[in-house]
């Protein structure tokens, strides 16, 4: 089967420019999550998609994020205006629906530098 | 609040040597905890979970780790190392209470030496 994809691989930015990260994750995959790493740090929780409805955004540090996940398919995560705090790698992953039991399958991730 | 703790951010170790990767966790209600490895450029690959019954899990590529409910600890473990075993490696737990999110910790580079 195919994996999860994400789109762009690195993306370099300015302060104050927008991005937007894709995600397609595994077709059945009901859940869909987004994570965050800055350099050496934990694998951080962004928020959790069950289909199309957000199941836990608690993750997202502010309204400067905005993540959606059309039709239950494919997700975006865009950051507008980005700053240079947002550097880091953004990890998608998606699994089965379950009861919190199944492993994740993640994407190579998009590396985000804010310049 | 969940938690996990690695609090080697490096372990070095020889080739055919044993090892041990450490993990603690703090969860409310029963612990779901897995193993994850990265490889360069890669996503994170899932090796081995523990939901309940034996404390001893096997998972891919030959290794194993160990659930102990007292110390609350998963430490991923091998018998014989190999240098091809040199990656990134994520503790992580979900939990049967909350939303199911799984918290990650900070991962331990492990190097392997020929």
């Known amino acids: 089967e195919a994996g999860v994809t994400q789109f762009p691989s690195h993306s370099v930015i300015e302060k104050g420019q927008t991005v937007t990260l894709r995600c397609d994750p595994i077709?059945?995959?009901?859940?869909l999550y987004w994570y965050r790493r800055v350099m050496g740090k934990e694998i951080k929780f962004l928020l959790h998609?069950?289909?199309?409805?957000?199941?836990?955004e608690s993750g997202m540090p502010n309204n400067r994020f905005l993540a959606e996940r059309t039709g239950g398919t494919y997700s975006t995560l865009k950051v507008q205006p980005a700053e240079l705090e947002d550097s880091g790698v953004y990890f998608c992953?998606?699994?089965?629906?379950?009861?919190?039991?199944?492993?994740?399958?993640f994407g190579s991730g998009t590396q985000l530098s804010v310049l | 609040a969940q938690s996990v703790a690695q609090p080697e951010d490096q372990v070095n170790v020889a080739e055919g040597n044993p090892l041990t990767v450490k993990c603690t966790y703090s969860?409310?209600?029963?612990?779901?905890l897995f193993w994850y490895v990265q490889y360069p450029n890669r996503g994170l690959q899932f090796l081995l979970k523990?939901?309940?019954?034996?404390?001893l899990v096997k998972g891919s590529y030959g290794f194993e780790a160990e659930f102990n409910k007292s110390q609350t600890s998963f430490h991923l473990k091998k018998p014989s190392a190999l240098v091809s075993d040199s990656a990134l490696y994520f503790c992580?737990?979900?939990?049967?209470?909350?939303?199911?999110?799984?918290?990650f910790g900070t991962g331990t580079r492990l190097k392997v030496l020929a």
């Open positions: 992953a998606s699994s089965h629906p379950g009861p919190g039991d199944e492993k994740l399958f």
């Open positions: 077709s059945g995959h009901d859940n």
């Open positions: 998609f069950v289909k199309e409805s957000k199941q836990d």
């Open positions: 969860v409310s209600g029963n612990p779901y």
């Open positions: 523990y939901i309940t019954g034996d404390n």
């Open positions: 992580a737990v979900s939990s049967t209470s909350g939303t199911y999110k799984y918290i």
